[in-house]
């Protein structure tokens, strides 16, 4: 069969999707996207990137109307050779993975598969699940063949990391092995295989990781700040000059939309025997809390008002999803007279304040997120700083809660 397309890229104006279509078609292949969101369809279609990622723009501009089609309309799943699928893959409100969403989701697509069609699954994934859909998709009466190769781009740096990661790539039969290599090797010659179980586990257990490490920094941080030394200091002297702690990361609210859920899924997964995942959440989910209850101790914060620097879930990045910055407003708001909002990034949101309201109105300022634009911050002495990420200038911050 001919395929009006080389690729379908499903939930493709996502975060992860959209640098993926780009990078494809500005590799040369002809790349469709659907998408159900509407207002993100018609963005794109206008030329307007819907969120904010290094070095996307451009490309749209280049490649939209001659090698990159975009649209909610299904149809353009039928008439692509392979179909890339990058929905959201949320835990439950009990922090339980949705395997549910993915066969509905497919259920829904069965009339726009067809023979031969190679499905590459790449949104993170509860451990199993491919080999289990490739099954119930093979049950039906056509044969499509499936791969798992996973996303480990960092957000706000897809466009670059697309092409100068490796790529771990994940077959259910060597057709969809080989297949998906081919396809992924536009991008990059350094293809890593795997089972697709092993792939699953892979993402897993690089975010697990990653959070666990932040958690780490997180403890101690919070044990320093508790018997009054200066944890950066100490982290200073433990890096400097020695190979070993050179990955050991800065304290900070360590949240988003991938590695909390993917800890939780990990869990779930080991039947709920993952104390070192558990533990990591307990604490970077009590970062908040300890930042306040420090405050508490100090001040009165009930008569005053405290503003938050940042609420992206990490620097200069416009998104909100999971972040810690939003737990900390919530925690002030039960505490304080007043809670005030700013984000440099985030210009969307409604409720955000600008920095001359912050600085007339505040007693405290909490950096929730260290964007880029904070290091030239000037911020009256008047006001307290509480800094966690050690970022801002020395002169900013008070000796006594760094
Ligand atoms: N954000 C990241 O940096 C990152 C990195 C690596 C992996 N991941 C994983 O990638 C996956 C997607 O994450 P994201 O951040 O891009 O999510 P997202 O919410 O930004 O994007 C998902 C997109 O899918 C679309 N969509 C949802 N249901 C659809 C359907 N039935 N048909 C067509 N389109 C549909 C949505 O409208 C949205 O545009 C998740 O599994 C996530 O864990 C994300």
């Known amino acids: 069969m001919a395929f009006d397309y080389d690729l379908c890229v499903v939930g493709g104006c996502g975060r992860v999707g959209l640098p993926l279509a780009l990078c494809f078609a500005a590799a040369g292949l002809q790349v469709s996207v659907h998408d159900i969101n509407q207002a993100a369809v018609a963005q794109v279609n206008g030329r307007v990137m819907p969120f904010q990622e290094d070095g996307a723009q451009p490309v749209l501009n280049e490649v939209l109307g001659k090698n990159l089609t975009v649209a909610d309309d299904p149809d353009l799943i039928r008439r692509s050779a392979a179909v890339v699928v990058v929905i959201g893959t949320p835990v439950d409100e009990h922090l339980n993975?949705?395997?549910?969403?993915?066969?509905?989701?497919?259920?829904?697509?069965?009339?726009?598969?067809?023979?031969?069609?190679?499905?590459?699954?790449?949104?993170?994934?509860f451990p199993g699940s491919t080999d289990r859909l490739a099954r119930l998709l093979n049950r039906a009466d056509k044969k499509v063949h499936v791969s798992f190769c996973p996303e480990r781009i960092a957000e706000g740096k897809g466009m670059e990391e697309l092409r100068s990661l490796p790529q771990i790539v994940s077959g259910c039969s060597e057709e969809a092995y080989q297949r998906a290599s081919q396809l992924f090797s536009v991008l990059t010659q350094d293809i890593i295989p795997l089972k697709p179980f092993e792939a699953e586990l892979a993402k897993l257990f690089t975010n697990s990781w990653r959070y666990i490490q932040f958690a780490a920094a997180n403890q101690f941080y919070m044990m320093a700040q508790d018997f009054n030394a200066d944890f950066y200091r100490i982290y200073d002297a433990m890096r400097y000059r020695y190979p070993r702690t050179e990955g050991f990361p800065k304290a900070g609210f360590a949240a988003g939309p991938c590695l909390f859920k993917d800890t939780m899924q990990l869990a779930s997964f080991n039947n709920n025997n993952f104390m070192l995942g558990h533990s990591a959440m307990l604490i970077n989910e009590g970062l908040p809390n300890f930042?306040?209850?420090?405050?508490?101790?100090?001040?009165?914060?009930?008569?005053?008002?405290?503003?938050?620097?940042?609420?992206?879930?990490?620097?200069n990045v416009d998104d909100g999803r999971e972040s810690l910055s939003y737990k900390l407003r919530k925690v002030l708001q039960f505490e304080c007279r007043r809670v005030l909002c700013h984000?440099?990034?985030?210009?969307?949101?409604d409720h955000l304040v600008d920095l001359e309201q912050l600085y007339r109105d505040c007693q405290v300022l909490i950096l929730g997120t260290p964007h880029k634009e904070y290091k030239e911050l000037k911020i009256p002495p008047h006001i307290e700083v509480v800094d966690v990420w050690n970022f801002l200038p020395k002169e900013n911050v008070s000796e006594s809660i760094r």
């Open 97 to 125: 993975p949705q395997f549910g969403r993915l066969t509905e989701f497919f259920d829904r697509l069965s009339e726009q598969l067809v023979d031969g069609h190679l499905i590459v699954l790449r949104s993170t994934l």
């Open 291 to 315: 930042v306040v209850d420090q405050l508490r101790r100090r001040r009165n914060l009930a008569e005053e008002t405290v503003g938050i620097l940042g609420m992206a879930f990490k620097a």
């Open 343 to 349: 984000d440099p990034v985030m210009t969307g949101e």
